[in-house]
C-alpha cells in the first residue's frame, strides 16, 4: 500500500517531530541559559522546516496541487530565529552576567550592552 | 502510514509544549520564561501545519502565519520590555 | 527617473514574489497585482530607506547561501544529537570574541544571523564600535579554531558580497 511518495512525506512528518521534541528537550535538560538557547533557535527551526516541506510535498504528490505558500513561514522563521535569540541572549545578560565575565571584545569600546557607542558613528 | 506519522508528530510537538510550559514556570529568570514562551510558539506553528495536512485543507497556513508573525513580535515586545522597562520610547 | 521610480529593485522583487506565495497561486492577475505591490510599496516607504545595499557576485551569493544551507542541516544534526545524548557535564560551553573586517551593517546582520544558525554557535552581542561580535559556543574544544572557521568560511564571501 506504502508507495515511495508516502513513505516520504512521512519521513519528513516524522523528522519534524523528532526535531521539535529535541529542541524542546534541549530546554529542561540543559543546565545553563546560554546553553538553553542553542535548543530551540536550531533544533526547532529545522523541526518545523521538515514539517513545511512535508507540507508542501503532500500538496504536490498526494492532492496534486502545487503549494508553496509554505516557503513563507519558513523564509520568516529563519530570518526571525536568529534575531530572537539575540533579543534573549541580551536580555539574559543584562540582567545575569557581569562585564568582566565576559572576553574582551579586543577594541577600544566595549560590548554594546555595556558602552556607548563611539559619537560619530551615532544611529 | 501518514496518519500515523503525523499521530506520532502530533506527540512528539505536545510533549514538546509541555516541556516548554514547565520551563517558563520553572523559569530562574525572566530570558527563560521568554524563551519558552517564543518555542511554544513555534510548537503550535508546527502544530498548526500538521493539522491542515491531517485535514487536508490548506486554511490552516493562514493561522500558522498569523501565529508566527505574532509570536515574533511579542517575544521582542517581551524583551524589550525587560532590557528597557518601555516598549515603545 | 528609474532609480526614482524603482529605488530598490531586489525589494520589488522580493515583494512581487512574496505576494505570489501568499495568495499561492501564479497567474497573470496575481502576478500583475505583485508588480504593482512592488513598484508602490518601495516608493512610499522611499524615505524609510535612505541607503541601498549592493550586491555584488550573485555567485557567490548562491554558493553563500548553499554552504550556509547545508551547515544549518549538518548543525542541526550534530546539536540535537549533543542535546539528546551528551551528558551535561560533558558539556564545554564558553565565550568567544571574533574580530570583524566587515563594516556595512547588512553584511554585520547577516553574518550575526548565520552565526546563530549554524553549529553550536549563537551570536550574541556587537562590541560598541561594530568591531567585534560576541559568540556563545555550546561546545568547543578549540576555540582559535571556531573563530578562524567562522572567519574563513562565512565573513570571507560576506565581504565580496557586500564590500
Known amino acids: 500500500m506504502a508507495s515511495v511518495s508516502e513513505i516520504l512525506i512521512a519521513f519528513f512528518i516524522v523528522c519534524g517531530g523528532l526535531f521539535g521534541l529535541v529542541g524542546s528537550f534541549g530546554l529542561i535538560k540543559l543546565r545553563e541559559s546560554m546553553q538553553r538557547l542553542h535548543g530551540p533557535t536550531k533544533a526547532t527551526t529545522l523541526g518545523i522546516g521538515c514539517v513545511l516541506i512535508a507540507s508542501m510535498l503532500y500538496a504536490l504528490l498526494v492532492k496534486d496541487t502545487v503549494s508553496f505558500h509554505e516557503l513563507l513561514i519558513t523564509l520568516f522563521l529563519f530570518l526571525t530565529a536568529p534575531i530572537t535569540a539575540n533579543f534573549v541572549a541580551k536580555t539574559y545578560i543584562i540582567r545575569n552576567i557581569k562585564e568582566d565575565d565576559l572576553p574582551g571584545s579586543q577594541s577600544e569600546y566595549g560590548w554594546s550592552v555595556y558602552d556607548d557607542p563611539p559619537p560619530t558613528k551615532g544611529e | ?89 | 527617473m528609474i532609480s526614482r521610480l524603482i529605488p530598490h529593485p531586489l525589494l520589488s522583487i522580493t515583494l512581487t514574489l512574496v505576494w505570489l506565495g501568499l495568495v499561492n497561486k501564479v497567474t497573470p492577475g496575481n502576478l500583475l497585482l505583485g508588480a504593482i505591490f512592488g513598484l508602490v510599496v518601495p516608493m512610499i516607504t522611499a524615505p524609510y530607506w535612505p541607503d541601498q545595499p549592493t550586491l555584488r557576485r550573485p555567485l557567490v551569493v548562491v554558493r553563500y547561501i548553499l554552504v550556509a544551507l547545508s551547515d544549518i542541516v549538518v548543525a542541526n544534526v550534530q546539536v540535537a544529537l549533543m542535546i539528546a545524548f551528551k551528558p551535561n557535564a560533558n558539556f564545554k560551553s564558553r565565550w568567544i570574541t571574533v574580530p570583524l573586517e566587515l563594516t556595512s551593517p547588512e553584511a554585520i546582520t547577516v553574518l550575526a544571523g548565520t552565526i546563530t544558525m549554524t553549529p553550536g554557535t549563537l551570536s550574541a552581542m556587537l562590541s560598541a564600535d561594530a568591531s567585534s561580535i560576541l559568540v556563545h559556543c555550546l561546545h568547543t574544544e578549540d576555540p582559535e579554531g571556531e573563530v578562524a572557521n567562522i572567519k574563513q568560511r562565512y565573513e570571507r564571501p560576506l565581504k565580496e558580497i557586500f564590500e
Open chain 2, 1 to 89: 502510514m501518514i496518519t500515523a506519522a503525523l499521530l506520532f508528530a502530533f506527540a512528539c510537538f505536545g510533549v514538546g509544549l509541555l516541556m516548554c510550559l514547565w520551563r517558563m514556570l520553572v523559569g530562574t529568570d525572566s530570558a527563560d520564561r521568554i524563551l519558552a514562551l517564543d518555542t511554544m510558539v513555534i510548537n503550535v506553528i508546527a502544530l498548526l501545519v500538521l493539522y491542515g495536512i491531517l485535514k487536508g485543507t490548506a486554511i490552516y497556513f493562514e493561522a500558522a502565519m498569523l501565529v508566527a508573525m505574532v509570536g515574533f513580535v511579542s517575544t521582542v515586545a517581551y524583551c524589550r520590555f525587560v532590557l528597557r522597562g518601555d516598549i515603545i520610547e
